[in-house]
C-alpha cells in the first residue's frame, strides 16, 4: 500500500478501533475516526482523506447518507457505505449519492481490501474519461502524462493527478475544495482578480485560456522543465453542456541541468521510498527536492505549508526559530560542518499532532552562500510506520506469515488480536514469533518490535554537542 488516507465514520467506539485495527494492518492510514454525521462533514474538508468509510446508521442526528451527499456536494471523496440492514429504499438514497462502494456487516478482511481497492482505483478510469474530453486516446502507448487538475461549476478544485502534484510540489490534500483561481493566481503570478476572470471565462464561454508559466517559481525550482503554454480547458458533459473546467499543465522537454541526471533521479527515487519527510531548500527556504514522505506530512499537519515554493510554519515565532535554524545550518556548511543545527517542533492548529523538524547542513567549504544546500529532516510522531513486507521477507528470512504477524503488532495489534487477524490459533502464533525470533537473533517481543519499527531505513543524523544545536 502507498498509505492512503482513510476516515472512519462509525459511532460504535469498539467497531471502529476494530476497524481502524484492521486497516492499519493492511497497510492503510486511519486519518480519523468521526463518530456522527455532522463530525464527518467537518472532519472531512479539514482532512480531505482518499477515501471515507461510511456507517449508514449513526444514532442520533443525520445519517451516513445523508453525511456523505453533503461531503460530495463539495469534495470529490469516494465513499464506502457499511450498513447490516438494507433495503430497496436505503439502497436507492445510497446510489442517488455515486457511492465508491457498499458492504454488508458482517464482513470479511477480504471483503474490506476488495471494496477499498475498487474505491481507489476510481483515478485511473476517471483520468481515462478525462483523456476523451482532453482529445487524447487512452489507448495510445505515447499517451502524454500532462499535469491536470480539474474543478467543478463552482471552480473549486476536486481533483489532482500525480503529475500536477509533482509540478507545483503541492499534495492534492493541500489543494482539493478550494478555489482554483486562488492557485492560478500563485503558480502563474497574476492578480486573484485576473485569475478569477480567467476561470469564470473558462466555464461560460466554453474556450480555452492559455497560460504562460512564469520563468521562475514554484515551476522551475529544480524542476528542469523548459517554459510552457498551459491551458484552462472547459469539460463538458454527454448533453454538451460545461461541468466544470481543467488546468493543463504541459510537460514539455527537460534541460540538462545539475538536478536532471540520471544519478538524481535514481536518488529522488529512493528518497520517495524513504518514510521519513526529507526536504532539500537552500538558505532562502526555497525548496529544490522534498519527498513523498514530507508531502505526505504537511498534507497532515496544517501547522507547516509549502507556499510559493518554500517552507513556512504558520505559528510566527516557530517560524523565525526554523528561519535561525537554517541560517546558523548555512554558516556551518560554509565551514564545511556537517552536525545538525537543531531541532524544533511543530504542532498542528487542528489537532494535537506534532512533526519533528531537524536541520543539518550539506558541507560546502568556500562555496558562495547562494549555492549552499540544506537538508530538513520531518518526523511524523502520529504516523504509524509502515513497514516494508520485502524488508521482513528478503533481509530477515520471514515467511509469508510471519511477515504478516510483525507488520499486525508493529502497527498497533496483540499478539491475540494478531492471530485472529490472521486466522490462526494464538498458540500457532507463538510459534511464529519464536521462529522470527530465532532468525532475527532477538528473544524479546518489546526489543523485536523496536528494532523493526527503526528498520534499516532510520536516518540518522549527527547532532553538534554545543548549545545552538540544542
Not at 482578480?193 to 466554453?206: D, E, P, Q
Amino acid at each position: 500500500m502507498s498509505g492512503e488516507q482513510i476516515l472512519i465514520v462509525e459511532d460504535q467506539r469498539a467497531v471502529a478501533g476494530a476497524l481502524k485495527m484492521r486497516l492499519r494492518g493492511l497497510g492503510y492510514d486511519v486519518s480519523a475516526i468521526a463518530k456522527d454525521g455532522f463530525e464527518a462533514i467537518e472532519k472531512a474538508s479539514e482532512l480531505m482523506p482518499d477515501l471515507i468509510l461510511m456507517d449508514v446508521r449513526l444514532g442520533d442526528g443525520i445519517d451516513g447518507i445523508e453525511a456523505a451527499q453533503r461531503i460530495r456536494s463539495r469534495h470529490d471523496i469516494p465513499v464506502i457505505y457499511i450498513s447490516a440492514h438494507v433495503d430497496h429504499k436505503l439502497l436507492a438514497r445510497a446510489r442517488a449519492t455515486r457511492p465508491a462502494g457498499f458492504i454488508n456487516k458482517p464482513f470479511t478482511t477480504k471483503d474490506l481490501l476488495t471494496a477499498i481497492d475498487l474505491a481507489l482505483h476510481r483515478e485511473a478510469d476517471f483520468l481515462e474519461d478525462l483523456d476523451l474530453h482532453l482529445g487524447r486516446d487512452p489507448s495510445s502507448s505515447e499517451r502524454p502524462k500532462d499535469g491536470v487538475i480539474t474543478a467543478d461549476s463552482d471552480g473549486r478544485i476536486g481533483f489532482m493527478n500525480a503529475t500536477a502534484e509533482s509540478l507545483i510540489g503541492w499534495h492534492r490534500r493541500q489543494v482539493l475544495g478550494r478555489p482554483l483561481a486562488d492557485l492560478v493566481s500563485v503558480l502563474y503570478d497574476v492578480p486573484l482578480a485576473h485569475a478569477t476572470t480567467l476561470v469564470a471565462r473558462a466555464l461560460a464561454s466554453g474556450g480555452e485560456e492559455s497560460l504562460t508559466r512564469p520563468a521562475s517559481g514554484r515551476f522551475s525550482s529544480g524542476s528542469g522543465i523548459q517554459p510552457q503554454i498551459d491551458t484552462l480547458t472547459p469539460l463538458y458533459d454527454s448533453r454538451g453542456q460545461i461541468y466544470g473546467v481543467a488546468l493543463k499543465l504541459m510537460v514539455g522537454q527537460k534541460t540538462e541541468t545539475a538536478l536532471d541526471t540520471q544519478t538524481d533521479r535514481a536518488l529522488g527515487k529512493a528518497l520517495d521510498a524513504v518514510p521519513h519527510g526529507v526536504l532539500v531548500i537552500n538558505g532562502d527556504l526555497r525548496i529544490q527536492f522534498s519527498n513523498r514522505a514530507a508531502r505526505d506530512t504537511v498534507a497532515r499537519n496544517r501547522g507547516i505549508e509549502f507556499r510559493n515554493d518554500t517552507v513556512t510554519v504558520s505559528d510566527k515565532q516557530l517560524d523565525l526559530r526554523l528561519r535561525e535554524l537554517i541560517q546558523l545550518a548555512v554558516a556551518k556548511a560554509k565551514l564545511g560542518q556537517d552536525q545538525a543545527a537543531g531541532t524544533m517542533f511543530v504542532r498542528s492548529p487542528m489537532g494535537r499532532d506534532h512533526v519533528e523538524l531537524i536541520v543539518a547542513p550539506v558541507p560546502a567549504l568556500g562555496q558562495p552562500e547562494a549555492s549552499v544546500r540544506v537538508l530538513l529532516y520531518l518526523f511524523d510522531s502520529n504516523s504509524p510506520r509502515q513497514v516494508s513486507y520485502d524488508v521482513l521477507t528478503g533481509l530477515y528470512g520471514l515467511t509469508q506469515t510471519e511477515a504478516k504477524l510483525v507488520q499486525l503488532m508493529t502497527n498497533g495489534m496483540s499478539l491475540d488480536e494478531a492471530a485472529e487477524e490472521l486466522e490462526i490459533s494464538v498458540n500457532t502464533a507463538r510459534t511464529h514469533l519464536k521462529h522470527i525470533f530465532h532468525k532475527t537473533g532477538i528473544n524479546r517481543q518489546t526489543e523485536l518490535l523496536h528494532r523493526i519499527e527503526r528498520g534499516p531505513a532510520a536516518l540518522l543524523v549527527r547532532f553538534d554537542s554545543t548549545p545552538s544545536g540544542k
